[in-house]
């Protein structure tokens, strides 16, 4: 598939994340000191949603429910969630700005 338009790049701030809906899939976007990266929007844990939460340590995001941190410009689990450790990545997505747009590859 191809490249979708998934928001304007002044809707998320630097250090921030939102929730964007493409092609009928949630996804988290986040603006990462300008760069935009797109991820799963639902923790693979139990389907808590992610997006829409500020960014920790510049490139991390934390779910709120078992406390999983997870890098968004990778996927990458950084910390299992409490208290039952399970460790999953999340899936990520090519982004690239368009005419001040940020688009999505689904």
């Given at each position: ?26 996804i ?67 982004t ?9 590859r689904?």
């Amino acid at each position: 598939m191809g490249y979708e338009d998934a928001a304007p790049t002044d809707w998320v701030e630097p250090g921030q994340t939102a929730s964007v809906n493409v092609d009928g899939f949630p996804i988290g976007l986040a603006n990462v000191d300008g760069e935009f990266y797109a991820f799963q929007n639902l923790c693979p844990h139990q389907g808590t949603t992610l997006g829409g939460r500020p960014l920790s340590d510049g490139c991390t995001i934390v779910c709120p429910q078992h406390a999983s941190r997870y890098d968004v410009r990778t996927g990458e689990c950084l910390e299992p969630s409490t208290p039952d450790g399970f460790d999953q990545d999340l899936m990520t997505f090519e982004t690239r700005v368009v005419d001040e747009v940020v688009q999505i590859r689904i």
